[in-house]
């Protein structure tokens, strides 16, 4: 489970901070041509947090959005924005019937799992989708990019991509697209990560903290580039999230 008091720091900064401006972006990118002939009747977000993403999913797509979470902390941040149907429930035992949704999608969450167990969570989300149902997740990648943050966000584990694609096709789930992204800050993560704070030695700490505007927008332009490279249809080889679009094999 998150650190929960990393969830004040999200509502905090979910709508204008650059990170999560410039995912959201690469994220619809990536959805908006599997999505766009497909019937959502129902979605599950599960791990949705301050159920702020599941609003803009919503808005975007017109989905009825069930948005779950473990922590009060959270759905506390959901209803004070007027988020419907928020559900406090386990990701790795979901309290709803099997092949209840259309579509069930999972930012970030996985990674709190550990080693190990990360096969619950999906296999319940799984579990939860019809056949032919999209299941859409994104996790951090790559081991070497462990940070501060991570500690401070009590994130046990991160994702190659052959490794998540494997976790999805042994719960059933076949593959549709699979790409890294925050890519090209690659280079700029290493040197904080590997470099600048074990140099500081500094205590864990959120990195969701306020910049100055002139460098979110510098943060946010190689996020926005990428989302158009990956609109095309394109990918990178490596990165600092890794998110996966599967489909549900019908029996």
Not at 199 to 214: D, I, M, W
């Amino acid at each position: 489970m998150m650190n929960p008091a990393e969830f004040a720091n999200i509502a905090k900064a979910e709508e204008q901070f650059w990170w999560y401006r410039g995912m959201r972006r690469i994220l619809f990118r990536v959805l908006d041509p599997i999505v766009r002939h497909r019937t959502i009747r129902c979605a599950l977000e599960a791990g949705c947090g301050t159920g702020h993403f599941s609003r803009e999913l919503e808005r975007r797509y017109r989905w009825p959005m069930v948005p779950l979470d473990m922590g009060w902390e959270g759905l506390q941040y959901g209803r004070g924005l007027g988020i419907d149907r928020l559900v406090q429930g386990d990701v790795a035992a979901l309290p709803f019937a099997s092949e209840s949704f259309d579509a069930v999608l999972s930012m970030d969450v996985i990674v709190h799992f550990p080693l190990g167990r990360e096969t619950e969570p999906v296999r319940e989300m799984a579990r939860v989708l019809r056949p032919g149902g999209l299941l859409v997740i994104r996790v951090a990648a790559l081991d070497v990019l462990r940070s501060r943050h991570s500690m401070f966000a009590a994130e046990r584990q991160r994702f190659t991509r052959a490794r998540l694609v494997r976790l999805l096709d042994d719960a059933g789930i076949r593959v549709l697209r699979a790409t890294y992204a925050n890519s090209l800050l690659l280079p700029v993560a290493l040197a904080k990560f590997r470099l600048w704070e074990p140099l500081r030695r500094q205590p864990p700490a959120s990195g969701v903290e306020p910049v100055s505007p002139l460098l979110d927008r510098l943060l946010y332009a190689p996020l926005a580039l990428e989302s158009a490279w990956i609109g095309a249809g394109l990918g990178f080889p490596m990165g600092q999230s890794l998110i996966v679009v599967g489909e549900k094999r019908s029996l």
